[in-house]
C-alpha cells in the first residue's frame, strides 16, 4: 500500500471534494497529511515543501496570470453595467425573422458573451433571466430552450479570450518546459497563451456553427419544438439602429482578441485594455452625460496611434524635434485621458457599479489564486511521493500508444467533469499528465484546446455541472430540472464531437498558430 501513497492521496483528495470541502483547503490539507504519512514511512524527502515559498511567489509575480483579473473585470463590468444584457435583447431583434432565429441568437450572443465576458455564470444566468422566458413564450420547447442557453453559455470556456484558456496556458507552459528539460532540451521552447488563444479561435467558432446548424436541423425534422418564423414589423425596421447598438462591444471584442492574435500586445497588456474599454462602455451606457467616455475613447486612440509610429520611449540619444513634439504631446494626452478615467470611475461608483464589480472581481479572482497555491501543495507532494512517475507507466502501458494515453487522459478528464469544475481539473489532473504526454511528442497548442473543450463539458454534465445550477436558479418553477438535464444531452454529444473532429483534424487547431507565428 505504501508504494501507491501517491494515487491514494489522488483518491482521497477526491472523495474529499466530493464530499463538498473547499477546494483550496482540501488540495493544501490532503497535500499536507500525506507528505506527513510519507514522511513517517520514509518514503517522502520532506524537503520537497521548502520549494513551496518559491512556487507561491512565483505564482502570484507571474505576468500571465495577471490577465484573469482584468479578463474578470472586463466581463464582469459588461454584465453588472447591462451592456451585455443590451447586446443579447438587439441580437434577438436580428434574427428574430429567421427560421429557429431565438435559439440562432442565443447561440451566437453566447459567443460574443464569451469573447467579451468569459464568465460562464454571468452569460448563462443573463441569457436564462433574459432569452428563456421569451423563447418559452414563443412556443419553444423547454428541453431545447434550456439546454441552448446553458451550451451557449459554456462557450466562454474556449472561445478567446477565454479564462481557462489563461490557466491552461501557464500550466502547459510550465509542464512543456518541464517535459523537454527531461529529454534533455535545455534551450526549450515555450508555449504561450496567445498560441493558445490562436489555436482555440477557430475550434470555437466551428463549435458555435455545430450548434446553429443542430437548430436549424431541430427546426426542420421537428417543428413542434422550435417555432419557425417570429415576425416583427416594428423591430425589423429598426435594425440599422440595433448594428450601431451591436458596434460598440463588437469592437472591443476584436480590439481585445486582434491585439492578442497580431502579436501586437501580450493577453495581460490586451486584457487591460479590455478593462478600460469594458469601463467607457459601461459608463457611456449608464450615464446621462457620455462627454467623458467619449473623450477618453478619444485620447486612447491617439496614444495608440502615437505608440504604433513612434518610439516614445525617454532617455534616448538622437531624439528629433518631431519625436520630442510627439512625447511630450504624448504626456499631455496621457495626464488628459488619467483625468477622463477618474471622472468615468466616479460616475459608476456613483452609481454603485464600480464597487459591485470590485466585489465580484475580487471575490472570482481570489478563488482562482488560492485554488492555485492549494494546487501547488498538491502537485508538489504528489512528485515527491513519485506520482510523476506512476502516471508516466500508467499511461505508457496503454494499449495504443500515444493514441490511447491521450483517449485515456480525455476520458478520464471527461468523467471528473461530472464531480469536479474546470479550475479543480486544470490544477490538479493537468500538470500530472502534461509533461509525459509533451515527452511523447503532442503538439502542446493542440493538446489545450482538445484539454479545453473536454472541460467545457464538465458545466453540463449532472450531476455537478455549474451551468445546469446557474439555469435552474433563473429558470421559471414550470421547467422540470429533468428537462434542463435531457436539453443539454445534444449539446454534450456536438461537443464530443468537436473533441473527435480536432483529433481527425488536428490542424483545425494548429493552422492559425503557426500562420501567425
Request: charge should be neutral; charged fraction near 10%; proline fraction near 5%.
Amino acid at each position: 500500500m505504501i508504494e501507491h501513497l501517491d494515487l491514494l492521496m489522488f483518491g482521497f483528495a477526491c472523495i474529499v471534494l466530493l464530499l463538498g470541502y473547499p477546494v483550496a483547503f482540501t488540495l493544501a490539507g490532503s497535500a499536507i497529511l500525506f507528505a506527513f504519512i510519507g514522511d513517517y514511512f520514509g518514503v517522502f524527502p520532506m524537503q520537497f515543501l521548502k520549494a513551496i515559498p518559491q512556487r507561491i511567489f512565483g505564482t502570484m509575480t507571474n505576468e500571465i496570470l495577471m490577465a484573469v483579473p482584468l479578463f474578470v473585470f472586463m466581463g464582469t463590468m459588461l454584465e453588472k453595467s447591462k451592456v451585455a444584457e443590451e447586446l443579447l435583447e438587439n441580437m434577438d431583434r436580428v434574427f428574430q425573422n429567421i427560421r429557429g432565429g431565438l435559439g440562432i441568437s442565443v447561440s451566437i450572443v453566447g459567443a460574443l458573451l464569451a469573447a467579451s465576458t468569459g464568465i460562464v455564470g454571468a452569460t448563462v444566468v443573463t441569457m436564462g433571466l433574459l432569452s428563456l422566458p421569451t423563447m418559452l413564450s414563443k412556443g419553444y420547447d423547454p428541453k431545447i430552450a434550456t439546454g441552448t442557453v446553458a451550451a451557449a453559455g459554456t462557450l466562454g470556456q474556449i472561445i478567446p479570450p477565454s479564462i481557462v484558456l489563461v490557466l491552461l496556458g501557464d500550466v502547459l507552459s510550465n509542464a512543456y518546459q518541464k517535459s523537454q528539460l527531461d529529454m534533455g532540451v535545455f534551450s526549450p521552447e515555450t508555449l504561450s497563451v496567445g498560441d493558445l488563444f490562436a489555436g482555440a479561435l477557430l475550434p470555437g467558432i466551428i463549435l458555435v456553427f455545430l450548434y446553429i446548424i443542430y437548430q436549424i436541423v431541430k427546426s426542420f425534422t421537428d417543428p413542434s419544438s422550435i417555432p419557425s418564423v417570429i415576425k416583427n414589423d416594428e423591430n425589423s425596421k429598426n435594425k440599422k439602429n440595433i448594428l450601431l447598438i451591436l458596434f460598440p462591444p463588437l469592437f472591443l471584442i476584436i480590439s481585445v482578441l486582434g491585439s492578442i492574435l497580431s502579436g501586437f500586445a501580450t493577453p495581460t497588456e490586451a486584457a487591460s485594455v479590455g478593462a478600460i474599454g469594458a469601463l467607457l462602455l459601461a459608463t457611456y451606457k449608464t450615464s446621462d452625460n457620455n462627454f467623458w467616455p467619449l473623450v477618453a475613447a478619444t485620447l486612447f486612440i491617439f496614444l495608440i496611434i502615437f505608440s504604433i509610429f513612434f518610439d516614445l520611449r525617454l532617455n534616448r540619444e538622437n531624439v528629433g524635434f518631431l519625436t520630442n513634439l510627439f512625447i511630450y504631446g504624448s504626456f499631455i494626452i496621457l495626464i488628459l485621458f488619467s483625468f477622463s478615467i477618474i471622472k468615468c470611475l466616479s460616475k459608476l461608483y456613483k452609481n454603485k457599479i464600480l464597487m459591485e464589480t470590485a466585489y465580484s472581481t475580487t471575490k472570482i479572482t481570489s478563488m482562482v489564486f488560492i485554488i492555485l497555491i492549494g494546487a501547488t501543495f498538491f502537485s508538489l507532494v504528489f512528485r515527491g511521493l513519485g506520482g510523476d512517475e506512476t502516471i508516466e507507466r500508467l499511461l505508457t502501458s496503454i494499449p495504443g500508444g500515444v493514441i490511447g494515453a491521450v483517449i485515456a487522459v480525455m476520458i478520464t478528464m471527461f468523467i471528473l467533469g461530472f464531480f469536479l469544475d474546470f479550475i479543480e481539473i486544470t490544477f490538479v489532473v493537468v500538470p500530472i499528465v502534461a509533461p509525459i504526454l509533451f515527452k511523447m511528442g503532442i503538439d502542446p497548442v493542440w493538446l489545450g484546446v482538445m484539454m479545453a473543450i473536454n472541460l467545457q463539458t464538465s458545466f453540463l454534465t449532472p450531476p455537478f455541472g455549474f451551468a445546469l445550477f446557474y439555469l435552474r436558479g433563473v429558470a421559471p418553477d414550470s421547467i422540470k430540472t429533468i428537462d434542463i438535464y435531457r436539453g443539454v444531452i445534444p449539446f454534450i454529444f456536438i461537443q464530443i464531437l468537436m473533441l473527435i473532429l480536432l483529433s481527425i483534424f488536428p490542424i483545425i487547431a494548429t493552422w492559425l498558430p503557426n500562420k501567425i507565428l
